[in-house]
């Protein structure tokens, strides 16, 4: 059986989950509300205060779906109440990152500035003006838009310029070896 699965959701006080046919979910907390259209093989039981995730049978699509419809469900429940945020930092000499209303202005060593819109239900941060935060209530927006970032110039091995993650790793080279004399 699937551990994360079998798991319940909890609904927090606040948020309002409605299961319409063809498992059409939707999500409304105090942050926004979220829609997604779940496996119809899948099936969603609300009771006061929490909602179960079962499968019809032991088959491997449905052993696949389970725990992934209930980690999806979750996310969805987590978005509308926390939200989600994803920090990036850049580094490099003369890097930086500015706001010009919600457009995100980077200058990151091109001969001219990168200029980026946030897509709908995205918004940009800056703290400093090397730290970018990226924050929604949909967790793959989130995630899909600090990727989008960071593939403006993503971290070089040799020095560690470039857009990265926080609390990314580097791996770094060595560089060329010196003249031997």
């Known amino acids: 059986m699937s551990r994360i699965g079998n798991m319940p959701v909890s609904v927090p006080a606040g948020v309002d989950i409605e299961i319409g046919g063809d498992n059409a979910v939707t999500v409304k907390g105090p942050k926004g509300s979220l829609s997604q259209q779940f496996a119809a093989s899948m099936r969603l039981h609300r009771d006061n205060g929490i909602v179960l995730v079962e499968r019809p049978d032991n088959a491997r699509e449905h052993r696949s779906l389970h725990g992934l419809t209930r980690t999806l469900l979750n996310n969805m429940v987590v978005g509308v109440t926390e939200g989600y945020k994803r920090d990036l930092e ?82 770094r080279k060595a560089g060329k070896a010196g003249k031997a004399k």
Request: hydrophobic share 35%; proline share 6%.
């Open 90 to 171: 850049i580094q490099g000499v003369g890097y930086r990152a500015a706001l010009d209303n919600d457009v995100l202005v980077l200058s990151v060593g091109f001969s001219h500035p990168v200029r980026m819109m946030a897509p709908e239900g995205v918004a940009y941060s800056l703290d400093g003006n090397t730290r970018v935060s990226v924050t929604g209530i949909d967790k793959q927006r989130v995630g899909e838009e600090a990727a989008r970032i960071r593939r403006v110039r993503p971290p070089e091995p040799y020095k560690g310029k470039g857009i990265r993650y926080a609390g990314e790793q580097v791996r």
